[in-house]
């Protein structure tokens, strides 16, 4: 008889590991609290607006590739995927960039700042690359329970050309010393992770996967691929169960016996917690069934939170590509502002996502689908409507400074999400939009456990265990938890058969 596997949340991590456990052979149900599946990737439609809640960057188009062709599949069976060129427009103080998606093109405009960075460009990215080879080929894909899994020779040396202990702003000051060269290869862990500082330069991998891999589309919106990946998982046997509130892992005699769902007991021999780590064990398992204490979850450095605005305009607005970073105010006073005093930013940096530029789908004809973001510190639990308008106005005024038009008269939809929505609607530790901060202190084993100590049965996934935050990751993450569920269970056969 198949093993039961119950799944807790639909998140990009959850449909990963259905999927790989289902393939395997066992018989998985996922169950989701919200009516919709996705987790934060899920999709709201309001009056012809299609408007994808959360991830809207979508890099690393090897990690989705693979993950379609382990089930003999392709990205292309499920969305047309294109490149975006320019990658993303930033906006400085004085006058806008496209930044090139092709690399002779991007170096041209690094030499055009810099005299010599083109070359210095291509060494940078030569050293990302490695990095980027090594961390997808060697750590990511490691359960990560122990250091000992790092303990090898080979490891060893590759982990040499690593950095990990150097930061990431030490690392890019030693090729570049213009302000906006340096901003720009910052920007992804200052807007998804820690301060540039205190982030080992391991993570120059990510300017590898921006600016070489490239920032692609899947036409339709993000949400296609949790479309996919559902497709996937069904052709498989999943069964999903929305509107599926999970109150309580069951647990007898450090076994998981199943999970108490909208009241009533759904019995299973495996539970994967694909939600909020911290919300699993704080909130849906008693104290001594826990892996980490109060006192821990307190002292983990967390990724921002978001302040987000869904805004359908009914005219096209002109002057905005369908990524754009707004970097007109300091980096250092936001970077302080979000991961050191924790107060709300003075003059915040921001990003709008514009997919109506490439995806004529997501919005009526002659409208605009607008997304923007303002990272803020996960210590700021009072985003009133108030607060939340005030922030609106202030980022729709510099908008209008840069392009010369407000688009507030145009607004027809209009929609804010902030730290409070996080915390009720996906359960997030401290209203967290990313995550932990990837600090060294918290990379690899050093991460909460993908499997509980305490638990036989019950293991976890997502961007709060191994390898981290991001889309990409997610899927690894399903990945790594599925094969480590599979080889447990394999060995518990084997001293079976043996005794």
């Given at each position: 008889?198949?093993?039961?596997?119950?799944?807790?949340?639909?998140?990009?991590?959850?449909?990963?590991?259905?999927?790989?456990?289902?393939?395997?052979?066992?018989?998985?149900?996922?169950?989701?609290?919200?009516?919709?599946?996705?987790?934060?990737?899920?999709?709201?439609?309001?009056?012809?607006?299609?408007?994808?809640?959360?991830?809207?960057?979508?890099?690393?188009?090897?990690?989705?590739?693979?993950?379609?062709?382990?089930?003999?599949?392709?990205?292309?069976?499920?969305?047309?995927?294109?490149?975006?060129?320019?990658?993303?427009?930033?906006?400085?103080?004085?006058?806008?960039?496209?930044?090139?998606?092709?690399?002779?093109?991007?170096?041209?405009?690094?030499?055009?700042?810099?005299?010599?960075?083109?070359?210095?460009?291509?060494?940078?990215?030569?050293?990302?690359?490695?990095?980027?080879?090594?961390?997808?080929?060697?750590?990511?894909?490691?359960?990560?329970?122990?250091?000992?899994?790092?303990?090898?020779?080979?490891?060893?040396?590759?982990?040499?050309?690593?950095?990990?202990?150097?930061?990431?702003?030490?690392?890019?000051?030693?090729?570049?010393?213009?302000?906006?060269?340096?901003?720009?290869?910052?920007?992804?862990?200052?807007?998804?992770?820690?301060?540039?500082?205190?982030?080992?330069?391991?993570?120059?991998?990510?300017?590898?996967?921006?600016?070489?891999?490239?920032?692609?589309?899947?036409?339709?919106?993000?949400?296609?691929?949790?479309?996919?990946?559902?497709?996937?998982?069904?052709?498989?046997?999943?069964?999903?169960?929305?509107?599926?509130?999970?109150?309580?892992?069951?647990?007898?005699?450090?076994?998981?016996?199943?999970?108490?769902?909208?009241?009533?007991l759904i019995e299973a021999d495996i539970v994967v917690s694909g939600a909020d780590y911290h919300h699993t064990e704080q909130k849906l398992l008693e104290?001594?069934?826990?892996?980490?204490?109060?006192?821990?979850?307190?002292?983990?450095?967390?990724?921002?939170?978001?302040?987000?605005?869904?805004?359908?305009?009914?005219?096209?607005?002109?002057?905005?590509?369908?990524?754009?970073?707004?970097?007109?105010?300091?980096?250092?006073?936001?970077?302080?502002?979000?991961?050191?005093?924790?107060?709300?930013?003075?003059?915040?940096?921001?990003?709008?996502?514009?997919?109506?530029?490439?995806?004529?789908?997501?919005?009526?004809?002659?409208?605009?689908?607008?997304?923007?973001?303002?990272?803020?510190?996960?210590?700021?639990?009072?985003?009133?409507?108030?607060?939340?308008?005030?922030?609106?106005?202030?980022?729709?005024?510099?908008?209008?400074?840069?392009?010369?038009?407000?688009?507030?008269?145009?607004?027809?939809?209009?929609?804010s999400f902030a730290h409070s929505d996080f915390v009720e609607v996906y359960n997030s530790f401290k209203g967290n939009a990313y995550g932990l901060a990837?600090?060294?202190?918290?990379?690899?084993?050093?991460?909460?456990?993908?499997?509980?100590?305490?638990?036989?049965?019950?293991?976890?996934?997502?961007?709060?265990?191994?390898?981290?935050?991001?889309?990409?990751?997610?899927?690894?993450?399903?990945?790594?938890?599925?094969?480590?569920?599979?080889?447990?269970?394999?060995?518990?056969?084997?001293?079976?058969?043996?005794?």
């Amino acid at each position: 008889m198949r093993k039961k596997v119950a799944i807790i949340g639909s998140g990009f991590s959850s449909l990963s590991a259905a999927s790989y456990l289902a393939k395997s052979g066992f018989s998985v149900s996922v169950y989701e609290k919200n009516n919709s599946l996705g987790g934060r990737a899920r999709v709201k439609q309001i009056n012809g607006f299609t408007f994808d809640m959360g991830p809207s960057w979508y890099w690393m188009p090897d990690v989705f590739e693979n993950y379609f062709r382990d089930f003999g599949k392709e990205v292309s069976d499920y969305y047309d995927l294109v490149r975006l060129s320019p990658s993303y427009r930033v906006f400085w103080k004085d006058s806008p960039d496209d930044i090139p998606s092709d690399m002779n093109e991007l170096k041209a405009y690094f030499e055009k700042y810099e005299k010599g960075s083109g070359a210095k460009l291509e060494q940078f990215m030569k050293e990302a690359q490695t990095k980027y080879e090594i961390g997808m080929g060697e750590f990511v894909t490691k359960p990560s329970l122990s250091i000992k899994e790092f303990m090898t020779l080979d490891i060893a040396k590759k982990g040499l050309s690593l950095d990990l202990f150097k930061p990431i702003s030490k690392h890019i000051r030693s090729y570049f010393s213009h302000p906006k060269l340096i901003e720009l290869l910052e920007f992804p862990v200052l807007f998804l992770g820690a301060k540039p500082q205190n982030t080992p330069s391991l993570y120059s991998l990510m300017n590898y996967a921006d600016m070489v891999l490239g920032t692609w589309y899947p036409m339709g919106g993000m949400g296609k691929i949790v479309d996919g990946m559902v497709s996937v998982a069904k052709e498989l046997g999943v069964e999903f169960h929305t509107n599926s509130s999970v109150e309580k892992i069951s647990v007898e005699n450090r076994t998981a016996k199943g999970l108490v769902v909208n009241g009533e007991l759904i019995e299973a021999d495996i539970v994967v917690s694909g939600a909020d780590y911290h919300h699993t064990e704080q909130k849906l398992l008693e104290d001594s069934e826990r892996n980490y204490s109060k006192k821990y979850w307190d002292k983990r450095t967390m990724a921002p939170s978001s302040l987000l605005y869904y805004v359908g305009v009914n005219k096209k607005v002109e002057g905005i590509k369908h990524h754009n970073l707004f970097f007109d105010e300091s980096f250092d006073v936001h970077a302080t502002e979000i991961y050191d005093t924790h107060q709300w930013p003075n003059n915040p940096l921001f990003y709008i996502c514009n997919p109506s530029k490439t995806d004529s789908s997501v919005s009526p004809e002659g409208k605009e689908n607008m997304f923007f973001l303002v990272p803020v510190s996960t210590e700021l639990t009072d985003d009133s409507e108030e607060i939340r308008k005030r922030y609106f106005d202030l980022i729709c005024d510099r908008l209008a400074k840069h392009l010369g038009e407000d688009i507030r008269p145009h607004i027809e939809v209009y929609e804010s999400f902030a730290h409070s929505d996080f915390v009720e609607v996906y359960n997030s530790f401290k209203g967290n939009a990313y995550g932990l901060a990837n600090t060294l202190k918290q990379t690899a084993f050093l991460k909460p456990k993908l499997k509980s100590k305490k638990v036989e049965n019950l293991f976890f996934t997502g961007q709060l265990t191994s390898p981290g935050p991001g889309v990409p990751p997610s899927l690894i993450s399903g990945k790594v938890v599925s094969n480590l569920i599979q080889k447990m269970s394999v060995k518990t056969v084997f001293e079976k058969v043996v005794s």
